[in-house]
């Protein structure tokens, strides 16, 4: 399985005992992409970040990581940012950051300015000095990424990163995952919450019970997911909705909070539906409604068949309060 | 390499440079000053005041004239004996303690003989008599002279209240036998001062000659030796054996694990971790160690073991350690936490603990059958052969080479079996493992 891709895998499969946590997952990431692995939890992302890192063994398949057969032979290229994550609680800061890149393969000299320089990348300048366990929840999260940039790895894998982070630490760690993809990093992160893949990804991969369900690049999927919804607001309460529901390109139209949505018939252009629609009545407020991530996700699993509770799916995969959503 | 040393590094740098570290270090040569200098004082015996009533019926009539000397000259001296040796007094401290001791206020009470013994013994019932009611001894006929026709001689019967200290009863049986024994002699027109003297032979001190010098014989050297080199593996195998559990449920448990294995095998992880901790329990044994001779060398004792111990003691030190360190890293693996990994210890630490309840009896014939089974029975192998060639009878040269080939297996099974554990143990969260499913992993991996 020669190739220049970071990572390739081939008919993995792990089980363990009888429960198949992944089966048959065929990926490969090109160098210098950036990877969203998407599924609500249990749908297999961590282990097969684990295979990938070589932290489990694969039951069957071929892997590749940065062109090796298995990624011990490249962990120094590799950031890695755990799910389960931790620190020793009375090392220092310093310390521990410096052991980390020292495990990584860099050398002594300059480490401790780099170390400086990436801590108040994040925010957290001067902090070398203190112990762990002095640091907040959000400051240790920070401190976490750090070591998993430390060594400037090829390859950057981030298992739930946003996972516990406020909005504003979101942010950050939003513009430091690009700028390490600026930099030529291949980034692979897994979320259970769509909009931070929707809002950071050029592909995305997505994972149900073990299998893959969808991968693709984003701006193919939000092709390919044709708009067939528009939402408005009329600019005045009691406008006459019935002139809109007789547009020969609307099928229906039905009052949602904050004013209606229409659905297209199949084979309408959504662009001129709504200039039909903003002639047929004054609005405030009309826009194209995508397909958003979840909504996609949620529909293949559906189609193939394996969906039982759509509502639960629909809240994990959103992601409650810190989920976003993509405007036309 | 690099990484395993990096590892091992930072596990011993993160152990000794603390203050719990230090303070360990120290907890050891304080238990055992508090051992041999304040133990002594603690636990010797005070002068204790005996005082009260001790009733006598004596039908021979010629015990209790006898009784009133001897409890005066059996004064307790031994208690007073121990102060004036501590106090570097000479060898006639016997003599000294005898006469500064204060006799047992013991007064003799003589009942009749032929009195009901049952009414005697309600004597002994009395519990608020001033001074108290001691014992009661009931003196047989025979005592002093046997029966016509017999040889044997009789003895007496003692009664004494509940709860009395055994001080007391000791003071009135001593008194009670030199009395008789007074009597007896006196009874066959012998001299007990003229017996005295010619059964006494003052105690000698052997001299231990050596091939450069010689120098007074230590007594307990035979047992001081082999337990001290014990103790010293002991605490070196246990001591880096519970770092390792506990560091490695540590990092389990505070999720850190994940971060290191991205960045190291379980094989480099587990090797730099037993590294680090036999280089921390090589540096606490080689304190110890040089403490030991230092100590030997001051009070010019050094000629009392075998320098080649030290090599041996090397050799079982890595033959446990590495067994031990092993498993006990196996079991941090596998458990969420310190509760749990003591329980799947439990068997282990057991076993280990063993050694205290054999120790003994191997040191005193260090070639029994005993010895030489253990010699070969892990993981008691390593301390029973030290504690063997520390002894004054050393095991035959094969016997030693055939208990340290026993420990390169147990260390490579007990290091397979660890490796297989560790690597999957580390990631395992939930119910602890039994031994079972410790097994299973192993066939599994």
Not at chain 1, 105 to 125: D, F, N, S, T
Not at chain 2, 161 to 187: F, H, I, T
Not at chain 2, 191 to 219: C, F, H, N, W, Y
Not at chain 2, 284 to 293: E, H, K, N, R, T
Request: aromatic letters at 6%.
């Amino acid at each position: 399985m020669p190739t220049d891709a970071a990572i390739e895998l081939r008919g993995v499969r792990k089980t363990f005992g009888a429960q198949v946590a992944v089966e048959g997952l065929d990926l490969t990431i090109p160098r210098g992409a950036l990877y969203g692995f998407i599924g609500p939890n249990g749908a297999g992302k961590t282990t097969s970040i684990r295979m990938i890192m070589s932290i489990l063994m694969p039951d069957s398949g071929d892997l590749r990581v940065l062109g090796n057969r298995s990624a011990l032979e490249a962990k120094d290229r590799i950031g890695y940012l755990p799910e389960e994550r931790g620190t020793y609680r009375k090392m220092k800061v310093g310390a521990y950051l410096s052991y980390i890149a020292r495990l990584k393969g860099v050398a002594e000299k300059g480490l401790a300015a780099r170390i400086a320089e990436l801590l108040a990348r994040v925010g957290l300048p001067g902090v070398e000095g203190k112990k762990s366990e002095e640091l907040s929840k959000g400051m240790l999260q920070k401190v976490q990424f750090v070591a998993a940039i430390v060594h400037s790895p090829d390859l950057l894998i981030l298992d739930e990163p946003f996972s516990g982070l406020d909005p504003v630490s979101s942010r950050l760690l939003r513009e430091l995952i690009l700028a390490e993809h600026a930099r030529g990093a291949t980034i692979l992160f897994s979320t259970h919450v769509m909009p931070h893949a929707e809002d950071l990804c050029d592909h995305v991969v997505m994972i149900h019970r073990g299998r893959k369900v969808l991968d693709e690049p984003l701006a193919g999927i939000r092709r390919r997911y044709v708009p067939r919804a528009i939402r408005f607001e009329p600019l005045a309460s009691d406008a006459d909705v019935a002139r809109v529901r007789a547009l020969a390109e609307v099928e229906s139209c039905q009052p949602v909070e904050g004013g209606y949505e229409v659905l297209l018939r199949d084979g309408s252009d959504a662009g001129r539906a709504v200039h039909s629609i903003a002639g047929a009545l004054p609005v405030a407020r009309i826009e194209l409604k995508r397909h958003r991530l979840e909504d996609v996700f949620v529909q293949l699993v559906a189609e193939g068949g394996s969906l039982t509770d759509t509502e639960s799916l629909h809240a994990e995969l959103g992601g409650g309060a810190d989920a976003g959503s993509v405007a036309a | 390499m690099i990484k395993i040393w990096q590892i091992a590094v930072r596990e011993f740098v993160a152990t000794v440079f603390t203050r719990a570290f230090i303070i360990g270090l120290l907890v050891f040569p304080m238990m055992l000053g508090v051992f041999f200098l304040v133990a002594p004082r603690l636990f010797a015996d005070r002068a204790y005041n005996i005082e009260g009533d001790l009733a006598i019926v004596d039908p021979t009539g010629k015990i209790a004239g006898d009784l009133e000397t001897a409890i005066a000259s059996n004064a307790n001296g031994a208690a007073v004996g121990d102060a004036l040796r501590r106090a570097g007094a000479p060898a006639q401290a016997a003599e000294l303690a005898q006469a500064l001791a204060t006799p047992p206020k013991l007064t003799v009470v003589e009942r009749p003989p032929g009195g009901d013994l049952e009414q005697e013994k309600a004597w002994l019932r009395v519990t608020d008599a001033k001074p108290p009611h001691l014992a009661l001894a009931v003196i047989h006929p025979n005592a002093v002279t046997p029966r016509a026709g017999e040889t044997e001689l009789g003895s007496y019967d003692l009664y004494v209240p509940p709860k009395q200290d055994q001080r007391v009863e000791s003071a009135v049986k001593e008194s009670l036998r030199d009395a008789l024994v007074a009597a007896r002699m006196r009874e066959h027109g012998l001299d007990r001062a003229v017996i005295k003297d010619l059964t006494t032979v003052p105690p000698v001190r052997s001299v231990t000659v050596t091939q450069d010098a010689e120098r007074g014989t230590v007594g307990g050297a035979g047992i001081i030796v082999p337990i001290a080199f014990m103790l010293l593996l002991f605490m070196g195998v246990m001591g880096s054996g519970g770092g390792l559990l506990t560091t490695t449920v540590e990092e389990k448990s505070s999720r850190v694990i994940e971060v290191l294995l991205s960045a190291v095998s379980p094989m480099q992880l587990m090797a730099g971790k037993l590294l680090g901790h036999m280089a921390i329990s090589l540096l606490m044994m080689s304190i110890y160690l040089a403490l030991g001779l230092a100590g030997l060398s001051t009070f010019a004792l050094f000629g009392l073991f075998d320098i080649s111990l030290i090599g041996y003691l090397f050799v079982f030190y890595l033959i446990g350690f590495l067994t031990i360190g092993s498993l006990m890293m196996a079991a941090g693996a596998a458990v969420n936490d310190m509760r749990e990994a003591q329980s799947l210890m439990m068997p282990l630490t057991l076993s280990l603990s063993a050694i205290w309840f054999v120790f003994v009896p191997i040191t005193r014939d260090p070639n029994s059958t005993l010895a030489v089974v253990l010699t070969y029975v892990p993981p008691l192998g390593p301390f029973v052969t030290l504690l063997r060639l520390a002894s004054t009878s050393p095991p035959p040269t094969w016997q030693v080479l055939l208990s340290i080939a026993v420990g390169f297996v147990e260390i490579v099974g007990a290091v397979w079996f660890s490796a297989k554990v560790f690597k999957i143990g580390l990631l395992m969260f939930g119910k602890p493992p039994n031994l079972g499913t410790l097994i299973r992993w192993v066939r599994a991996s």
